[in-house]
C-alpha cells in the first residue's frame, strides 16, 4: 500500500468523522426543537414529577450544556439510558436490535448479489433472446414495487393465504420472507447494472482481441468480461448493505422482526431522545464506513484506479 493510498483512505476517515459529528448535531438539536417530549405519554404525571424526571436525565439544563454532555459521553461510547425502555441502557437496545438487524441484512445483501451477478450475466450473454426479454421486464417490475407493499403481498400469500411460513420474524423461518423482501429490489437493481456493465465490457478492444487470439469462451467471460464487469457493482454493494440494514424499518415492522429498525421507530413515537440519538449515529457510522469499505474495494479490484 503505498503513500497515496494511505493518505486517500486518511482523508476519507476524516470526512467520515467529520460526517458522523454532523449527524449527531443535527439529529440532537431537531429532537430537542420538535415539540412533546418523552415523559408527556405517561399517565397522570404532574408537573413536579415531570420536572424531577428530567432533573434526573440531564434535560433541565440549558440545551447547548446538554449537547456537550453528549458529545463526551460519545466519546466514551457511552449513550445513556434509555427513557422509554426502562431499566435498559441505549447500549444494550442497540446491540440487540442490531444483531437481528445485521443477520437479515447480510442474508438479503448476499442472496441479492449472488443472483443478480447471475442473471445479470445470463442476460447479457443472451441479449435480445427470450431469456433477457424475461428477467428485464421481472427486474423491472421488482425495481419499480416499494419493499412495504412487496412485503405485505408476500405475507398475504405465504402467511395468510397459503400459510406455509410464518407471518412473525421472531423465528428462524419467520425471517425469510423478510429476506426475500429486502433481497427482491437490490438483486432487480444489481441484475441490470451488472447486464448494462458486462454488455459495455463486452464490446471492449481486449474482448476482441482476446476472441481472436482463439481464447476460451469460458475464460474470456470469466477471467475478463465478469470481473471488469464487477467494478459498478462494488459500488453498490456497500452502501445496498448499509441500505438494507438501515432501510429495513418498514420490512421489521410489517413482520414483527425484533431487528434495530422496530427501536428506532419507537424511539421516534416515543420521543426517547438517547435511543434516537444511539440509532441514528450507529445506522449513519453503518453507512460511512460501508462507503469508504467500497471505495478502497476499487483498488483491489482493478489497480489501474487511482485513489486521489
Same mark, same amino acid.
Given at each position: 500500500m503505498?503513500?497515496?493510498?494511505?493518505?486517500y483512505?486518511?482523508?476519507?476517515?476524516?470526512?467520515a468523522i467529520?460526517?458522523?459529528? =454532523?449527524?449527531i448535531?443535527?439529529t440532537?438539536f431537531?429532537t430537542r426543537?420538535?415539540?412533546?417530549?418523552p415523559?408527556?405519554?405517561?399517565?397522570a404525571?404532574?408537573p413536579?414529577?415531570?420536572?424531577?424526571?428530567?432533573?434526573?436525565?440531564?434535560?433541565?439544563?440549558p440545551?447547548f450544556?446538554q449537547?456537550?454532555?453528549?458529545l463526551?459521553?460519545?466519546l466514551?461510547?457511552?449513550?445513556?439510558?434509555?427513557?422509554?425502555?426502562r431499566?435498559?441502557? =441505549?447500549?444494550?437496545?442497540?446491540t440487540?436490535?442490531?444483531?437481528?438487524?445485521?443477520k437479515l441484512?447480510?442474508?438479503?445483501a448476499?442472496?441479492?448479489?449472488?443472483?443478480?451477478?447471475?442473471?445479470?450475466?445470463?442476460a447479457?450473454?443472451?441479449?435480445?433472446k427470450?431469456?433477457?426479454?424475461?428477467?428485464?421486464v421481472?427486474t423491472?417490475?421488482?425495481?419499480?414495487?416499494?419493499s412495504?407493499?412487496?412485503?405485505?403481498?408476500?405475507l398475504?400469500?405465504?402467511a395468510?393465504k397459503?400459510?406455509?411460513?410464518?407471518?412473525?420474524g421472531?423465528?428462524?423461518?419467520?425471517?425469510?420472507?423478510?429476506?426475500?423482501?429486502?433481497?427482491?429490489?437490490?438483486?432487480?437493481y444489481i441484475?441490470?447494472l451488472?447486464?448494462?456493465?458486462m454488455l459495455d465490457?463486452l464490446?471492449?478492444?481486449?474482448?476482441?482481441t482476446?476472441?481472436?487470439?482463439?481464447?476460451?469462451?469460458?475464460?474470456?467471460i470469466?477471467g475478463?468480461?465478469?470481473?471488469?464487469?464487477l467494478?459498478p457493482?462494488?459500488?453498490y454493494l456497500?452502501?445496498m448493505?448499509?441500505?438494507?440494514?438501515?432501510?429495513?424499518?418498514?420490512v421489521e415492522?410489517i413482520?414483527?422482526v425484533?431487528?434495530i429498525?422496530?427501536?428506532f421507530?419507537?424511539?421516534?413515537?416515543?420521543?426517547?431522545?438517547?435511543?434516537?440519538?444511539?440509532?441514528?449515529?450507529?445506522l449513519?457510522?453503518?453507512?460511512?464506513v460501508?462507503?469508504l469499505?467500497t471505495?478502497?474495494?476499487y483498488?483491489?479490484?482493478?489497480?489501474?484506479?487511482?485513489?486521489e
Amino acid at each position: 500500500m503505498n503513500s497515496k493510498t494511505l493518505m486517500y483512505i486518511l482523508k476519507r476517515i476524516l470526512l467520515a468523522i467529520l460526517t458522523v459529528w =454532523v449527524v449527531i448535531t443535527v439529529t440532537f438539536f431537531v429532537t430537542r426543537i420538535i415539540p412533546g417530549g418523552p415523559f408527556l405519554s405517561e399517565k397522570a404525571v404532574s408537573p413536579a414529577v415531570t420536572a424531577a424526571l428530567e432533573a434526573k436525565y440531564g434535560m433541565d439544563k440549558p440545551v447547548f450544556d446538554q449537547y456537550i454532555t453528549y458529545l463526551k459521553d460519545i466519546l466514551h461510547l457511552d449513550f445513556g439510558p434509555s427513557l422509554t425502555q426502562r431499566g435498559r441502557d =441505549v447500549s444494550d437496545v442497540i446491540t440487540d436490535g442490531l444483531a437481528v438487524s445485521a443477520k437479515l441484512g447480510v442474508i438479503a445483501a448476499a442472496s441479492a448479489a449472488v443472483v443478480g451477478i447471475v442473471l445479470g450475466s445470463i442476460a447479457a450473454l443472451r441479449r435480445n433472446k427470450i431469456i433477457d426479454k424475461i428477467i428485464m421486464v421481472i427486474t423491472t417490475a421488482f425495481v419499480s414495487m416499494p419493499s412495504f407493499i412487496m412485503g405485505s403481498l408476500l405475507l398475504t400469500l405465504f402467511a395468510v393465504k397459503l400459510a406455509i411460513l410464518p407471518a412473525n420474524g421472531t423465528t428462524t423461518s419467520g425471517l425469510i420472507l423478510p429476506v426475500v423482501t429486502l433481497a427482491l429490489y437490490p438483486a432487480a437493481y444489481i441484475t441490470r447494472l451488472t447486464r448494462s456493465s458486462m454488455l459495455d465490457v463486452l464490446g471492449q478492444d481486449y474482448i476482441r482481441t482476446a476472441r481472436a487470439k482463439g481464447v476460451a469462451g469460458y475464460r474470456i467471460i470469466f477471467g475478463h468480461a465478469l470481473k471488469n464487469s464487477l467494478i459498478p457493482v462494488l459500488t453498490y454493494l456497500g452502501p445496498m448493505l448499509a441500505y438494507i440494514v438501515t432501510g429495513s424499518l418498514v420490512v421489521e415492522k410489517i413482520f414483527a422482526v425484533p431487528g434495530i429498525g422496530r427501536d428506532f421507530v419507537n424511539s421516534i413515537t416515543n420521543r426517547d431522545y438517547p435511543l434516537v440519538m444511539g440509532t441514528t449515529i450507529v445506522l449513519a457510522t453503518l453507512i460511512v464506513v460501508m462507503n469508504l469499505i467500497t471505495d478502497i474495494l476499487y483498488k483491489v479490484v482493478d489497480p489501474r484506479i487511482n485513489l486521489e
